[in-house]
Structures are given as structure tokens and as C-alpha cells.
């Protein structure tokens, strides 16, 4: 069991405030939905907890670790993993080789016996090659593992993208509008696959969205930004009762 | 569970490597036997050849997989030349001996260039580290006591167990160490270096958050980049046996950088292909009154405009695969 | 003496300017670092010396038709070469203005040959201005005026025309651009248009201060990326600091630390300052949503 919690934490690009004094934390094997309209600093927590944006102030724990203090590389091997908006792979590798890279870690050999091709690194390799074969069956795109990724739909890259992160041993997986893009048997198939998961590898989610039914189907507790600031945090029914939620996103819907 | 959404009959799947496999053993036997049709001058040129191949494995780890420029490897290939001809010549070393050595030590100096290059990207690496290459290329012309400077350095021909190493003798060499590198590159292609590599080309955010030391693997392409090309310098100075560092100039890094983007970008073959082709070309053209340079020029713009994913690429993609 | 250097120095670093501003119009909208910009410039150089010698063309004449050939042959590579490459990689289309380059200086040796002429200048026979006791020569006025302009004009085209505005679209992100209406093929011809242009008036005012031959632009190519990545590739004005840095720190490493250590030297102050900034002094990063 772990307990990532984010500390009082700002953020500033150059005089925009981007996040103001934001503290709230949960445990592992809960599911928190972060909300907020557009430009609320959203992606930009996510970016603090992933050791890819410094806060100006306050800090990001795991435990004891102060993960604020770190760069990304090291938070990922702390077990934060991270799924993208917009899943970053090499597109003519396969599916499976994609997955290895999330193997990299655990695969640990040595440069000259990599160039070599020792009999231990086929062995590891061999090893890895099974972690991602059980993953792809978790996901159900165990058919697709030698496909080159560029010949395969949005769907797919995204599922692949989580893949790589059930790799890495995690113990909170931080998801960035993972159905944006999606249709909604896919949907279905990932609200269903995500409480899997979590009852399975018992880690955390943190999930920013704007699909309020997904949203409430898949948390137990939203968190909710606006402007930098932390506006309502509780159960889902309670907060989207909550005016001052309403009011900013009403104020969203007025602009747009 | 809900079986995801059916996905029967997706197209492209990656064939096995085995037709990969008898090209280069194919590739490789016709390599063996080829000294027995050719007079010196092609046999000179095919030991080039090889000897170029060398360096754009290298690059290509650099630039194709990792995605860093580098406009320092002619300097490389020169630290290589200079460090292989200054063990055997002056200290004395056995040929075998000071050939990887002499390697080594420009390895840690490519990966010194790597230390600067890990915040730059795109033009502004590219000037750094022909920066480097400048001032690697001018530390062995002031340098005088030890290279020589500009007046070159005059080799004998190289000594392996007390046998004279002549043509023949220096292109089989070459020729191993090429075959010797083709199976480290294709390793490191596909093992977790090759991989990581690729995803930091493609995102660095990407691969960091998948907990991959973006700075160690920079730093290590960088080093095994410089390897490869101090292995072809060292090779290179006993095939030419008069070095000099004028030859080692921006140029040249130009030279290789075009090898590797005509065979293609982050593939093995294309670097082979690519060699052959920058060697071979200008001498076909060698007769034509006047412009060898300009066809050359016009086939390379030709190449790239039909072929941007260079020759290799091309013929991969007309022969139905990936 | 040191004034002496420096102004030695900021007349060479106004050549590397002119380059630099030519290749980084291009660069900033296209992506592509133009490394046949040096070779464009030379054979617009050409151009305008076939004007005056064999036609007799008054000076000025001269220039202005040179100039327009200049932008011609900018839009003819653009179309020939570089708009089938748009959507391949970067690299590719760079190896081809290489390959271009090699064409350009070979059909140049093939008409001209390979020996030097000296190319007129209006400005070769006024008496230096004398500022503060240090002579100061009148092409080198004449070359930070013209650069200036130069700057001026780019500035204010980008700022304020909707053709400009396109384009710094189009820099920036293609999506936007699309949806401002602007294609990216006209953009990039344009761009490579007003390089060939400001690449051809660099050549006819590096021309006279050094001798006319096949290699004209070559060295001063290479010095041109340098200072611009020095002063930031992103601004134009940072471009054309920077190489004036760069000239007066050649003359001066030369002078006083070593003759032929000096380029060395220079490019380590370059790399030391990239470290420091990896954007240039002059340049800002590219702010990209993650």
C-alpha cells in the first residue's frame, strides 16, 4: 500500500498561474477523477507528479519520497506510470517491441553483452517476451503482437500505451484523457478493463477527463481544478451537485 | 472480461528475419571472394567501402535510431587515424593491439561530446558538435610534437604476428571488422538499447516517464557511435598510409551524414548500401568530361526527392515489406 | 588597435549576417537548414556579374534584375526539390539542398570556371568615415545598413501582412495554419523565395569585399549557421548579433591568442554558450503541449 500525496503545490510559466497551493492525496487502489475545464492545470499536476514540470512551490511524495525532487526517468522507477492524451510510440516497430521498451528496466544487461548477444540476454529477452504476451492477453490484443503499430487504429495505440505502463511494476498510474479518441464499445471495454486492473495489480488511478458519465462511472472521488485552484474534492454525485463546480463549467460552456 | 474489439486480418505483419539473414550471408560470401576479380584500384576502393560501411553503422546508431545529429565524426574518424598510427608507429604497439585501443580512447572522447549535446537539439547540436570537430581537428594540427601537424604523418604498411599486412591482408581486416560490427548494430538494433533509443527519438517525455535514463543512453550512442568510427579511422589510416588532418574536415562528417540519410535512416542494410553508394558513384562518374560533381550532385538530389527514406528503404518497401 | 578589430570584426560578422538572415527565413518557416543558400547566393552573385561585364548593365541595374533572379531561382528549388519532400523527414530534404549545393558550384565552374574575378562595388573607393580616430570603411556602413533593412523588412512582413502571419502560422504549428487558411506549399515557396532574394543581395556585397570565384560562400556558409545558432535562429535580430559577436571574437582570438587556434577558440566560446543557452542568446524556446 502507498500514498502519493501532492503537498500545496503552485506552479508558474512566467508570471501565469498555473496551479495555486493545490493539496490532496490518495492511496493506492482508489480511483480519483480530476476534472476542471480547459487550461484549469490539469495536465500540468499530472506533469508535476511525473517529474516533468518543477512546482515553484510546495512538493509531490510517494510515501516518503519526495518525487518533486526528481526527474521523470527516476519517478517512473518509483512505480508512476503515466499514459498520454495522445500515445507517443515508434510507430514502425510492432506491437510487441513497443512493449518491450517498457521491459528495459527489469531487462538490466550490459551494453557489451547486448552487442554480443550473450546466451543471458536471449534468456532475459525470452523472459520479457512472455511478461508481454501475458500483458497483450490482459489487454486482448494479444492477436495484433507483431503488428507494426502505424497499421493499427487509435484504439489500439492507446491500449498499448497502458500496456507499457502495467510493465513497469507500478503502484499509481497516472491517465490522461484516455477515451478522447475512442468509440463506445471501446469505452466499455476500458472502464471494465481499468476496474480489472486495479483489483488485480491493486494500484492507484489518477484519471483526468471530460466525459462526466465515464468519469462517474469509473471513481470513487473527483477532484476538481479550476483556474490553478482546487474548487471541490468528494464523491462524484456530491461534487457535480456542488454550484461552484457548475458555475465553471457553465462559464466554460458560455465562452465556447 | 469483454474480449476487445475483433481484430482479425490486420495487414503488415513483420515477416522473420531469415531473408535478412541469407542477404547478408550471401552479401558477406560475394565480400570473401572478390579480391580475386579486381586490380588494386578496386580492390582499394572496396576496402574504402568497408571501411565506410564502419562508420555509418555508427552514425546511423546516432543519428537513424536516436535521432542526434553529428557533424563531428569526420574529427572522430581522424582522433581514431591519428591515436591507431601513433600507438604502432611511435609507441610501437602491435597493429591488432593499438587499433581497439586507440578506439577506446576516442570513445571517451565522443562521449565528453555527448555531455554538452544532451540539451541541444536539431541545428544548434549540429553546430556544437561541428564545433567539436573543429576544435578536435585543430588540437592534431597544433599538436606537432606528436602528430606531425599539417605536414601529415607518412606510415609503413602495418605488421600482424611478423607478417606484412598488404592489400589483400588489410581488406580482409576490414571486412571482418565490418561483419564484426554489422552483428553488434544488429544486437543493439533490436535489443533494449536500439529500442529505447528509438522511443527517444520519437518522445524523450514518452520515454522518460517509462523510466528510461535519457542522458545514460545519449551518452552511450554517442560512445559507441565514436567507436565504431575510430575503428574505420584506424583501418583507415593504414589503407591511405599518409594521414593528414586537413582530410578530417566538416566536410567529410557532410560525406557521412549523406551515406547513412541515402541508405536510410535508422536501418542497418541502408548503411552498407549507403557507403557503397557514396564510394562508387563518383568513380562511375569519373569518366564523364568535366561534371563528375555535377551528376553526383543530381543523382543525390534525385535520390532524396524520389527516395526520401533513402535506397534501402525504398527497396524494402518494393519488395512488399514493413 | 583593439577598435581596429572589432571594426574589422563587425564587418566580417555583417557577411555571415546576410547568409544567416537568408537561411533563417527559410529554416524558420520550412524546418529545412538550406545548406545550398551559400550556393544560391554565388550563382545570383554570377548572375549580376554577367550583367555588368558581358552586358554592361549600370551597377544598380544590375542588382535589382540580379536580385529578382534571386528570388526565381528560390521558388524554382523550392518547387522542384523541396515541395515533393514535404512530410519526409527533415534530414532528407537537408541531404538534397547538400546535393543541390554540389550541383549549383559545378555548373558554376562549368560556365565560369574556376578562376577569380574581381567583382565592382559603388562604395570600393570612398574614403572611410573616421569615428572617434578608428577608420571605419564604407562597406562595411553600407553592409550593417543593408542588413538592418534587411531585418527591418522581414520583421514587419512577418508582423503585419496576412501572407506574413500565414507563414508564422506555419512555423508554428501546420494544423493552425491550415485552419488560418494558409498553405503550407505557397508559404514554403514564398520562404524560399525571399531566401534566394536576401541570399543574392549577400553574395553581391560579400562579392567585392573578397574576390569572385566558384567558392565564394563556402567558408562563410558554415560561419553563418555558427553565429546565428550563437545569437538564436528564432530571432531575427539575435541572427544578426550573433554573427557580429562572432566576427569580432575571430578577429580578436586571432590577434591575441592564437592565429590558427582562433576558429577553435571561437566555437568553444559557441559551445559554452549553447551550454548555457541551449536556445542561443537570443532565441526562446518553442513552448509544445505536451
Known amino acids: 500500500m502507498g500514498r502519493l500525496a501532492i503537498e500545496n503545490v503552485s506552479v508558474d510559466f512566467g508570471g501565469v498561474h498555473a496551479l495555486k497551493d493545490v493539496s490532496f492525496a490518495f492511496e493506492s487502489g482508489s480511483i480519483v477523477g480530476l476534472i476542471g475545464p480547459n487550461g484549469a492545470g490539469k495536465s500540468t499536476l499530472l506533469n508535476c507528479i511525473s517529474g516533468i514540470t518543477r512546482p515553484t512551490a510546495g512538493r509531490v511524495r510517494l510515501d516518503e519520497a519526495v518525487l518533486s525532487e526528481r526527474n521523470a526517468s527516476s519517478v517512473a522507477g518509483l512505480g508512476i506510470g503515466r499514459v498520454f492524451q495522445h500515445p507517443e510510440l515508434v510507430l514502425d516497430l510492432s506491437v510487441r517491441e513497443n512493449l518491450m521498451i517498457a521491459c528495459h528496466r527489469s531487462l538490466g544487461y550490459g551494453l557489451v553483452s547486448e552487442l554480443l548477444m550473450v546466451p543471458s540476454v536471449w534468456r532475459r529477452e525470452r523472459e520479457a517476451a512472455g511478461r508481454v504476451a501475458d500483458v497483450l492477453r490482459r489487454l486482448g490484443i494479444a492477436d495484433s503482437a507483431d503488428a507494426e503499430v502505424r497499421n493499427l487504429p487509435y484504439g489500439h495505440r492507446k491500449l498499448i500505451d497502458l500496456g507499457r505502463a502495467l510493465l513497469m511494476d507500478i503502484g499509481f498510474l497516472l491517465l490522461d484523457e484516455p477515451i478522447a479518441g475512442l468509440n463506445d464499445p471501446e469505452i466499455a471495454h476500458l472502464t471494465e478493463l481499468l476496474f480489472e486492473l486495479r483489483r488485480e495489480f491493486g494500484f492507484g488511478i489518477l484519471v483526468v477527463e471530460h466525459n462526466m458519465p465515464f468519469v462517474s462511472r469509473l471513481c470513487e472521488r473527483l477532484v476538481v481544478l479550476d483556474l490553478g485552484q482546487l474548487i471541490a474534492d468528494g464523491r462524484p454525485a456530491d461534487v457535480l451537485g456542488d454550484a461552484r463546480v457548475i458555475a465553471s463549467y457553465l462559464g466554460e460552456a458560455a465562452d465556447a | 472480461m469483454t474480449n476487445a474489439t475483433d481484430i482479425a486480418g490486420l495487414p503488415g505483419r513483420r515477416s522473420s528475419h531469415g531473408s535478412e539473414l541469407v542477404l547478408a550471408g550471401l552479401g558477406v560470401a560475394l565480400a570473401c571472394v572478390a579480391p580475386f576479380w579486381l586490380n588494386g584500384y578496386g580492390l582499394y576502393l572496396l576496402t574504402l567501402t568497408a571501411i565506410f560501411a564502419i562508420v555509418a553503422l555508427g552514425l546511423n546508431l546516432l543519428t537513424g535510431y536516436a535521432g542526434q545529429i553529428s557533424l563531428c565524426h569526420a574529427a572522430l574518424f581522424g582522433v581514431g587515424a591519428y591515436a591507431t598510427a601513433l600507438l604502432t608507429s611511435k609507441a610501437g604497439w602491435p597493429y591488432l593491439v593499438s587499433l581497439p585501443v586507440g578506439a577506446l580512447l576516442t570513445t571517451a572522447i565522443g562521449a565528453a561530446v555527448a555531455v554538452p549535446a544532451l540539451r541541444l537539439k536539431n541545428l544548434y547540436l549540429a553546430i556544437a558538435t561541428l564545433g567539436f570537430g573543429v576544435v578536435l581537428q585543430k588540437t592534431i594540427f597544433e599538436w606537432r610534437s606528436l602528430t606531425g601537424g599539417g605536414g601529415g604523418l607518412s606510415l609503413a604498411p602495418p605488421t600482424i604476428a611478423g607478417h606484412e599486412l598488404g592489400a589483400t591482408g588489410l581488406y580482409y581486416l576490414a571486412l571482418a571488422f565490418l561483419v564484426l560490427g554489422l552483428w553488434g548494430a544488429w544486437n543493439l538494433s533490436r535489443g533494449r538499447t536500439g529500442r529505447a533509443l528509438r522511443l527517444i527519438k520519437e518522445s524523450e517525455i514518452a520515454a522518460a516517464s517509462l523510466g528510461i535514463h535519457i542522458a545514460r543512453y545519449k551518452v552511450t550512442a554517442f560512445a559507441v557511435s565514436a567507436f565504431y568510427t575510430a575503428i574505420a579511422g584506424g583501418l583507415f589510416a593504414y589503407l591511405v598510409r599518409y594521414i593528414n588532418p586537413e582530410s578530417f574536415n566538416v566536410g567529410l562528417s557532410i560525406g557521412f551524414l549523406s551515406m547513412i540519410v541515402i541508405g536510410g535512416l535508422g536501418t542497418i542494410g541502408g548503411s552498407i548500401v549507403g557507403a557503397l553508394f557514396y564510394v562508387v558513384v563518383p568513380e562511375l562518374l569519373r569518366g564523364i568530361k568535366d561534371a563528375p560533381g555535377l551528376v553526383f550532385g543530381v543523382v543525390l538530389v534525385m535520390v532524396m526527392v524520389f527516395m526520401p527514406q533513402g535506397l534501402w528503404g525504398m527497396a524494402r518497401r518494393f519488395l512488399g515489406r514493413r | ?290
Not at chain 3, 35 to 55: C, H, K, P, R, V
Not at chain 3, 138 to 164: D, K, P, Q
Not at chain 3, 184 to 191: E, N, Q, R, Y
Not at chain 3, 265 to 287: C, N, W
Request: net charge neutral.
Open chain 3, 1 to 290: 588597435m583593439i577598435a581596429n578589430l572589432i571594426v574589422g570584426g563587425l564587418a566580417a560578422g555583417c557577411l555571415y549576417a546576410m547568409v544567416a538572415i537568408a537561411i533563417v527565413i527559410v529554416l524558420n518557416i520550412t524546418d529545412i537548414a538550406n545548406f545550398a543558400q551559400g550556393e544560391m547566393a554565388m550563382l545570383t552573385t554570377f548572375f549580376a556579374y554577367w550583367l555588368l561585364d558581358d552586358l554592361g548593365l549600370p551597377w544598380w541595374q544590375a542588382v535589382a534584375i540580379a536580385a529578382v533572379f534571386g528570388l526565381v531561382q528560390g521558388v524554382i528549388v523550392q518547387q522542384v526539390i523541396i515541395r515533393p519532400l514535404i512530410g519526409s523527414p527533415v534530414l532528407s530534404a537537408i541531404i538534397a539542398t547538400l546535393g543541390l549545393n554540389v550541383v549549383l558550384n559545378s555548373v558554376a565552374g562549368l560556365i565560369w570556371g574556376h578562376q577569380t574575378y574581381t567583382f565592382p562595388s559603388p562604395f570600393a573607393f570612398s574614403a572611410p568615415f573616421h569615428v572617434g580616430g578608428v577608420a571605419v570603411p564604407v562597406t562595411s556602413v553600407v553592409n550593417i545598413a543593408v542588413g538592418l533593412a534587411i531585418i527591418l523588412g522581414m520583421t514587419l512582413f512577418l508582423r503585419a501582412t496576412w501572407t506574413g502571419m500565414g507563414m508564422r502560422a506555419a512555423s508554428q504549428n501546420q494544423t493552425v495554419a491550415r485552419l488560418m487558411g494558409v498553405s503550407i506549399t505557397k508559404s514554403s515557396a514564398i520562404a524560399w523565395g525571399l531566401g534566394g532574394l536576401v541570399g543574392g543581395i549577400a553574395g553581391i556585397l560579400v562579392a567585392p569585399a573578397v574576390f569572385l570565384d566558384t567558392n565564394l560562400m563556402g567558408a562563410l556558409l558554415i560561419k553563418a549557421f555558427a553565429g546565428g545558432v550563437l545569437g538564436g535562429l528564432n530571432s531575427l535580430i539575435g541572427v544578426f548579433l550573433g554573427c557580429l559577436a562572432l566576427g569580432v571574437a575571430e578577429n580578436l582570438t586571432s590577434a591575441y591568442l592564437s592565429p590558427s587556434f582562433g576558429e577553435a577558440i571561437t566555437f568553444l566560446v559557441i559551445i559554452a554558450v549553447l551550454i548555457v543557452r541551449p536556445e542561443g542568446v537570443f532565441g526562446h524556446v518553442k513552448v509544445r503541449k505536451a
